[in-house]
C-alpha cells in the first residue's frame, strides 16, 4: 500500500465553457470528504466562468441515478463522493457499478462527466485526494466536466 502524499496538479483554463451549466452531483456519507470535494471542484468551475448548482445523494451508488434524472437540464456534470473499503464486498459493487453506471451515461447519452469518486483504503488517503492543497480531486473532476463539455460545444458547431 502506498503512502504518499497526493499533490495537485496545474490545470491550464478550458476555452469556450464560459456560461456552462454545470450540476454537482454529491455523495455527503463522508462529510469532511465531500467538502473538500466541494471546495475543489467549485473553485475550479468558477475560474472557468461556468455556473453549478448541487445536489446530495445519499451515498455514491445513487450518483449515476441522480444524473439520469438531470438530462437535458444541464451542459455537464460532478460526480462527487467518496467510498473506503470496509471488512466486506460492498465497496467492490458499489465502486464499479458507480463508475460504470457514469460511464454509461457519458458513453450512451453523451452527456460531460468528470468523474470525482474518490475509492480508497483508509481516510487518510481520501484526505490526501480530496483537500484542495493536496490531491484536489474535486478540481479534477470539475476540470474533466468542463474539457467535455467544451469538446460537445465544438464539435456541435461545426
Not at 5 to 10: G, K, L
Not at 33 to 57: H, P, Q, S, W, Y
Not at 91 to 116: F, H, P, T
Request: with cysteine; proline share 3%; hydrophobic share 40%.
Amino acid at each position: 500500500m502506498s503512502t504518499r502524499t497526493e499533490n495537485p496538479t496545474a490545470r491550464p483554463a478550458v476555452d469556450g465553457v464560459g456560461g456552462a451549466r454545470l450540476l454537482i452531483v454529491e455523495s455527503r456519507y463522508y462529510a469532511e470528504i465531500a467538502d473538500a470535494l466541494i471546495d475543489g471542484a467549485g473553485r475550479e468551475i468558477e475560474k472557468n466562468g461556468a455556473t453549478f448548482e448541487r445536489v446530495v445523494v445519499p451515498g455514491a451508488f445513487e450518483i449515476p441515478g441522480a444524473i439520469a434524472l438531470a438530462e437535458g437540464r444541464y451542459d455537464g456534470f460532478v460526480a462527487l463522493g467518496c467510498v473506503i473499503r470496509g471488512e466486506t464486498t460492498h465497496y467492490d459493487y458499489v465502486c464499479g457499478e458507480s463508475a460504470r453506471g457514469l460511464m454509461d451515461l457519458s458513453i450512451q447519452r453523451k452527456l460531460a462527466i468528470g468523474y470525482g469518486i474518490v475509492t480508497v483504503e483508509t481516510m487518510e488517503q481520501a484526505k490526501a485526494r480530496a483537500f484542495v492543497a493536496r490531491g484536489d480531486k474535486g478540481g479534477d473532476a470539475a476540470h474533466a466536466c468542463l474539457a467535455m463539455v467544451a469538446l460537445g460545444r465544438r464539435w456541435r458547431n461545426t
